[in-house]
T-cell receptor
Framework: QKEVEQNSGPLSVPEGAIASLNCTYS??????FFWYRQYSGKSPELIMS????GDKEDGRFTAQLNKASQYVSLLIRDSQPSDSATYLC????????????FGTGTRLLVSP | NAGVMQNPRHLVRRRGQEARLRCSPM?????VYWYRQLPEEGLKFMVY????????ESGMPKERFSAEFPKEGPSILRIQQVVRGDSAAYFC????????????FGEGSRLTVL
């Protein structure tokens, strides 16, 4: 089992729709979770962090965490073509120090 | 507002040569991570360093790869006797002493091995 799993996609949504990106992780002791956005040929950019169960909203983005199910998701409301990118889920493994393990990413395509 | 600085941005090497990638963390950050990203794949952890210390190198290949973060100067990722499979983007990320877990990435160094 991979430490962090994501569907590679592509996930295609029309402009204005809600995009839902999902991620599962294997280490039950993990405490912090992150979503990064990566445009083709660019570096990853942090867009959301979440540390406790429930929802966390920031503008059009909502991160959801369910530690019991070892599941974290990212919702993007009112999707825009500029949101088209690869979204990387990252989990801080319970190793005693900071160590982010990344999923392989989900490619999101938002069509005008 | 200096972020994480990596150089060179692009590096071309022939098989058997050495590649040296440099990373200067954000101002005030003393922890550096190196990740490798193969084409169409996710980021793979390689090594975590503090100044003058290697904290975790569990992701480093056993041979040809080494990393350092000296007291003065940038962190260096060194790849000896490069092979075509080393062609990838190598990203450096830094973190401050505050334990937020948030990594800030540089623009990456893209290594092409001919």
């Amino acid at each position: 089992q991979k430490e962090v799993e994501q569907n590679s996609g592509p996930l295609s949504v029309p402009e204005g729709a809600i995009a839902s990106l999902n991620c599962t992780y294997s280490d039950r002791g993990s405490q912090s979770f992150f979503w990064y956005r990566q445009y083709s040929g660019k570096s990853p950019e942090l867009i959301m962090s979440i540390y406790s169960n429930g929802d966390k909203e920031d503008g059009r983005f909502t991160a959801q965490l369910n530690k019991a199910s070892q599941y974290v998701s990212l919702l993007i409301r009112d999707s825009q073509p500029s949101d088209s990118a690869t979204y990387l889920c990252a989990v801080n493994m319970n190793t005693g120090f900071q160590k982010l393990v990344f999923g392989t990413g989900t490619r999101l395509l938002v069509s005008p | 507002n200096a972020g994480v600085m990596q150089n060179p941005r692009h590096l071309v090497r022939r098989r058997g040569q050495e590649a040296r990638l440099r990373c200067s963390p954000m101002k005030g950050h003393s922890h550096v991570y190196w990740y490798r990203q193969l084409p169409e794949e996710g980021l793979k952890f390689m090594v975590y360093l503090q100044k003058e210390n290697i904290i975790d190198e569990s992701g480093m290949p056993k041979e040809r790869f080494s990393a350092e973060f000296p007291k003065e100067g940038p962190s260096i990722l060194r790849i000896q006797q490069v092979v075509r499979g080393d062609s990838a983007a190598y990203f450096c990320a830094s973190i401050g002493t505050v334990n937020t877990g948030e990594l800030f990435f540089g623009e990456g160094s893209r290594l092409t091995v001919l």
